[in-house]
């Protein structure tokens, strides 16, 4: 099957964090990022590799996700999907050209991923910056992907992949899916885990060594972080996994090791047997913190339009089964 636009890779997340120099200090001093540039007390630009960002935190009142960034190969793979997106009637919005600006990309557009909220962009033509990065702390290769809790599974799952093109490298029956942004190589750069509720499960960076996440046990130990999940080996994608709480409570994930498939002849996508081996084959269990913080931003004001919606329709007689009041804060917007 032929898509209409080709991924060159995920490209960055950006996370809101609710102490923004105490996250910027994480991941930089425990994490190993290289911190490109802060705007204002508002932002701060963090990288893995010779692109000026692959994580940006922004400053909020409650933590959690506000997009997932995925580069696309070219301003024609770009083209091509905003034709492609639009066709779907989905709102495809493009990003105005002073934030692009700030962001050092020359293209970009977002839209929401309606089953679960999540907001995604594309974009192509990041600044290619004129330092490699430092690996001082860590061999870290990339962002390696970022997993997403999602209350319906199969509709995330059937909507990423009919509409985003993105492959299907293998599931755990009624429990998680591992999506590759193809022709990516790598084994996923998305997961979707169903639980509860729709928020972020995790954000991972790729490690060169086996020494890496070793080294890393240690140091996030001696500096009191929480270590959630791990050493271990997942068995869908034989990487060797290092779980641990970013500040605000967020998970991260260091990883050494990922299948990776050829853009021609990828084996079928396989069904494991849901249970704990398929999540660490060497025997491990994660703590209940694991996974468990980041709200998808957008998702509590697409609710709270919705009770507006129905209480203006219906008056009230619709609206108690709805879990949030019209009152609730929303979450600090942060233009950026
Ligand atoms: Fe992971």
């Not at 996700?65 to 709102?91: C, P, Y």
Request: net charge neutral.
């Amino acid at each position: 099957m032929t898509f209409p636009f080709r991924y060159k890779k995920l490209g960055y997340v950006a996370l809101n964090v609710t102490d923004l120099d105490r996250s910027v200090a994480f991941y930089r001093d425990l994490v190993g990022l290289d911190v490109t540039e802060n705007v204002a007390g508002k932002l701060s630009f963090l990288r893995c590799s010779r692109d000026h960002h692959n994580i940006v935190l922004c400053k909020a009142s409650e933590p959690g996700v506000k997009r997932i960034a995925f580069e696309l190969e070219s301003e024609a793979d770009l083209a091509a999907a905003r034709a492609h997106l639009s066709g779907l009637g989905l709102e495809v919005r493009e990003v105005a050209e002073d934030e692009r600006r700030a962001l050092r990309q020359r293209q970009a557009l977002r839209f929401v991923v309606p089953p679960c909220g999540a907001t995604v962009e594309l974009y192509c033509g990041m600044m290619y910056m004129a330092a490699p990065f430092s690996r001082r702390l860590a061999n870290i290769e990339r962002l390696g992907h970022v997993v997403l809790a999602v209350e319906r599974l199969d509709e995330t799952l059937g909507w990423i992949v009919s509409n985003l093109g993105f492959r299907v490298s293998d599931v755990v029956e009624g429990f998680a899916a591992f999506l590759r942004c193809h022709p990516n190589p790598f084994h996923h750069t998305l997961a979707l885990v169903r639980t509860g509720g729709n928020h972020l499960h995790h954000v991972n960076f790729m490690v060169r060594d086996i020494d890496d996440v070793g080294r890393a046990f240690h140091r996030l130990q001696a500096n009191q972080v929480d270590i959630v999940f791990g050493p271990g080996r997942h068995q869908p994608s034989e990487s060797i996994f290092l779980y641990y709480l970013d500040p605000d409570g967020m998970t991260v994930e260091y990883s050494f090791g990922m299948e990776e498939f050829g853009e021609h002849g990828a084996r079928e996508p396989r069904v494991l047997e849901p249970g704990p081996a398929s999540l660490d084959s060497w025997g491990g269990s994660p703590a209940s913190r694991f996974g468990k913080v980041g709200r998808i931003e957008g998702r509590r004001r697409e609710l709270r339009d919705r009770e507006r919606a129905c209480r203006g329709r219906f008056a009230d007689l619709l609206c108690p089964p709805m879990q949030l009041s019209c009152e609730e804060p929303l979450a600090e917007k942060c233009e950026w």
